[in-house]
């Protein structure tokens, strides 16, 4: 039971306090509600290119950090299509010296034509690692706009292409900072060695004097229903062919996320899954094989990725595939195996609580989904999923008017 | 906004409290457990360690099939049932094969550990490495291997490792494809009976441990015996160069890895945790010389990182980055010439400041939990050290000096014996 409380300032910004005294450190997590999905078509990667340069220094720190290192502190940031989240660990005694660098980013960001010039530099260097220079690494690049023709989803948070991030100006960056970063805008959660009496002290001194920006927030386009199956084959220089299949879904706010994640689950968790089981280790089709559900704030996707073994058409893989997913949809599963998967949330569930970062994080991301108390609450939201929900939920998503696949050709001889 | 005060608060000293020392148990067999226990949630950590890793191999692939092949099949289990199991208990395991040891890490729920120990006892002490699945294995290694291939990363790791050891020592040897030919289900058995034996192994269990579990262990694996097997000592020896540049190409490759590093001191030498501190200024976090200068200053790569690491015969340093074409001489030139500073110019006071602070900061991090403990406790044990390591480790943090940085670097980081390999286009 992860106990917490929870307040709000004048100026909108949510905290939550979790006080753990097994520790000496405390966690910070401040997420901000804006990732690449904010993003205009045009001017793609914008929110994780700004991730980068809030470590810039701003109006009253020159350098971000220096002084957390000095403090003993740690600390990290992520973008995804949904969030950017920032997060430090240190010493508790030394916490205070954290909501002086994080609040004095959320409004006084240098953005020096210097600073961005390189960091420009870096994520295109950032882009090429991870994505261009590694064998099937666009697949999931062009993945997305298969499945995604007008929703934002489309594009992968590093950004459409180099150029968009070649071609962004100071001024778009200066645009996009102002009108998202704002205490309004973020869930600033806090955990470990320190009580709730003192973090809304330290809340109220630090972040209760930075102003809200009233959010302008563009509607996001919605995305259309698929109707029809959508295939493409990509030739490439890699060593063998891979299978790539992308089906849309619910969002994570919805009544069947559970039930969808044990479906996956059932299908690609751990080395009992049914796909693993059938086609890895029993036919030798594939080498490799997962499946898993995207967390999105908008409806989001089912992914499977496959590599094949040698000798095997990609064909006939992805028919494989579909006998396993369309035994799923026919046959009710058994109550051993639908238990096993929900052990399996239980013990992850378990294991992530133990580290006050990963609880930070929880509680500001549930706190974002309508309510941090999803922390303690979601172990029996997938306990009560029945039988026939997961049934269900297989024929209402996996259906094959929903899908779209690649298959990634191998073009090497070996 | 801006007409708030809005100073630095103060910074209080980083300072590592007391580390916990584990309790050790002794199975009636003589297998040491060490317990590390802490009130957090009911999850157990169990690290199942051997002195099996790739050092006790004669050829390439095997110590590593040995330890996949653990959970593809045992005297009660076929590889199905076996997943099936650890899967119904929520049993996270983690296959560990490493250069010196090897073994299994598994995190049990409380409820269920009497029945995870069985299973583990099972994985460990009864597989049976049918070949059908063994051939399954070999399958799909060589095809991950082809695929490592294709990546720059690997190219130069790999090389970097065959230069420091040699082509024929098990720290440096890169298997090649017929070496996948080799590896028979008699090869194994005959690795297995060797080095997973009771009397080769060490537990260290961490989480919330009730007075019943070390019984539950008793039970599980008290009553095994080794068998009295002759182990011949291997007659591999180190055959590395120092000061060999190599360039790998790697055609379409759009970066280049650049791996530069020599051998070193293992932990059980005296100079090394002084050396960790001249690794961290050089390239061992955020703020690091390397990373200042090649990704904040110069914008030349995603990120470059220097690491000191040992080994039970040796030890290394390597520094590792990836950079676009174009800049790979660049980057090159200026790992040297932050080397050659290093050799030089004294630390700074302010620079020496937030180096000390950000390791002790680290330190609290490593010793932060039962797992976290188990971690840090497995990295002293594993060369006959204890907890004492660390307390040497903070002291020279707090009062290194810069000469004392000099003279390190000048002795361990000698230019002329760094190899340099480079994977993809110049």
């Not at chain 1, 009108?179 to 809304?200: E, K, M, Q, V």
């Not at chain 2, 692939?61 to 099936?84: A, F, H, P, R």
């Not at chain 2, 004392?404 to 994977?423: D, F, G, Q, S, V």
Request: aromatic share 10%; proline share 4%.
């Amino acid at each position: 039971m992860v106990r917490f409380e929870r307040f709000t300032l004048e100026n909108g910004l949510r905290v939550i306090v979790h006080e753990d005294r097994s520790t000496p450190l405390a966690a910070m997590n401040l997420l901000y509600n804006v990732g690449s999905r904010r993003e205009d078509e045009e001017m793609t990667g914008l929110a994780h290119l700004l991730e980068h340069l809030m470590f810039g220094g701003s109006a009253n720190v020159p350098e971000f950090d220096l002084p957390l290192q000095i403090a003993g502190g740690e600390n990290n940031a992520f973008t995804n299509n949904d969030i950017t989240d920032y997060y430090i660990t240190i010493p508790a005694k030394n916490l205070e010296t954290a909501f002086w660098l994080e609040s004095d980013r959320m409004t006084g960001l240098n953005l020096t034509q210097e600073t961005f010039d390189i960091q420009k530099s870096v994520v295109i260097e950032e882009f090429k690692q991870r994505y261009l220079n590694q064998p099937y690494g666009d697949a999931m690049l062009k993945l997305r706009p298969l499945a995604y023709k007008v929703h934002p989803y489309k594009w992968p948070t590093i950004g459409m292409d180099i150029s968009h991030i070649e071609n962004v100006s100071l001024e778009d960056v200066k645009k996009f900072y102002s009108s998202h970063y704002s205490p309004g805008n973020a869930i600033l959660s806090l955990t470990g060695n320190i009580s709730p009496d003192i973090a809304r002290e330290m809340a109220e001194k630090w972040f209760g004097p930075v102003e809200s920006n009233p959010a302008s927030e563009v509607a996001i386009p919605v995305e259309p229903e698929q109707t029809g199956e959508r295939i493409i084959t990509l030739k490439r220089d890699v060593p063998s062919d891979a299978l790539y299949k992308a089906w849309h879904i619910c969002k994570r706010d919805h009544d069947d996320f559970h039930a969808l994640d044990l479906v996956t689950d059932i299908l690609a968790g751990g080395e009992s899954g049914r796909l693993y089981t059938r086609l890895v280790r029993k036919k030798n089709i594939f080498s490799e094989i997962n499946v898993w559900i995207t967390s999105d704030l908008d409806p989001g996707l089912a992914v499977l990725t496959g590599k094949l073994m040698k000798g095997v058409d990609l064909e006939s893989a992805d028919r494989a595939v579909n006998e396993v997913i369309d035994e799923l949809k026919n046959k009710p599963v058994s109550i051993t195996e639908i238990n096993k998967v929900k052990n399996r949330f239980e013990s992850s569930a378990l294991l992530s609580n133990t580290s006050i970062l990963n609880k930070a994080m929880s509680l500001s991301f549930y706190e974002l989904l309508g309510d941090a108390g999803r922390i303690n609450s979601e172990v029996e939201s997938y306990r009560k999923v029945g039988q026939s929900r997961i049934t269900d939920s297989a024929n209402r998503y996996f259906a094959t008017s929903n899908c779209s696949t690649i298959y990634y050709q191998s073009t090497l001889k070996t | 906004m801006n007409n708030l005060k809005r100073n630095e608060p103060q910074v209080m000293p980083v300072e590592p409290g007391s580390i916990p020392l584990p309790d050790l148990y002794i199975l009636r067999n003589g297998v040491p457990v060490y317990i590390i226990s802490s009130d957090t949630e009911d999850i157990i950590r169990v690290d199942f360690i051997f002195k099996a890793g790739q050092i006790h191999e004669d050829l390439p692939l095997l110590s590593s099939s040995v330890n996949m092949m653990l959970t593809e099949g045992s005297l009660s289990y076929t590889s199905e049932q076996m997943s099936k199991k650890l899967d119904y208990y929520g049993a996270f395991i983690n296959m560990t094969c490493e250069k010196d040891l090897a073994g299994l890490t598994i995190y049990a729920l409380s409820r269920h550990f009497g029945k995870i120990m069985e299973l583990s006892r099972e994985i460990l002490f009864c597989p049976l490495f049918p070949a059908r699945e063994l051939a399954n294995l070999i399958k799909k290694r060589l095809q991950w291997y082809r695929i490592n291939r294709e990546k720059v990363q690997n190219l130069a790791t790999e090389m970097f490792f065959e230069s420091l050891f040699g082509k024929t020592h098990p720290y440096g040897r890169q298997a090649g494809e017929p070496d996948f030919g080799n590896i028979t289900p008699g090869l194994l058995k005959d690795f297995h009976l060797k080095y997973y034996s009771p009397g080769n192994m060490t537990v260290i269990i961490s989480g919330k441990i009730s007075d019943k579990i070390p019984q539950v262990l008793e039970n599980s694996f008290g009553d095994l015996q080794s068998g009295n097997v002759y182990i011949e000592r291997s007659a591999a020896y180190m055959s590395g160069s120092a000061g060999m540049k190599l360039l790998l190409t790697k055609p379409g490759a759009i970066q280049s890895a650049i791996r530069i590093g020599s051998t070193s001191i293992s932990k059980r030498h005296q100079d090394y945790p002084a050396l960790k501190i001249v690794n961290t200024v050089l390239g061992g976090y955020f703020g690091s010389r390397l990373m200042k200068n090649l990704r904040e200053e110069k914008g030349f790569t995603y990120g470059i990182q220097s690491v000191l690491s040992s080994l039970d015969l040796s030890g290394f340093t390597v520094i590792s980055t990836e950079t676009g074409s174009g800049n790979t001489r660049n980057v090159v030139d200026e790992i040297y010439k932050e080397i050659s500073d290093l050799h030089t110019k004294p630390v700074e006071a302010d620079e020496l400041r937030v180096v000390r602070n950000y390791m002790l900061g680290q330190m609290i991090r490593m010793f932060d939990g039962p797992f976290a403990l188990a971690e840090s406790f497995r990295a002293v044990w594993q060369f006959g050290l204890d907890n004492s390591y660390y307390h040497r480790f903070a002291e020279k943090i707090k009062t290194i000096s810069p000469d004392e940085i000099i003279e390190l670097a000048r002795t361990y980081y000698k230019t002329e014996e760094l190899n340099e390999i480079i994977a993809g286009p110049l």
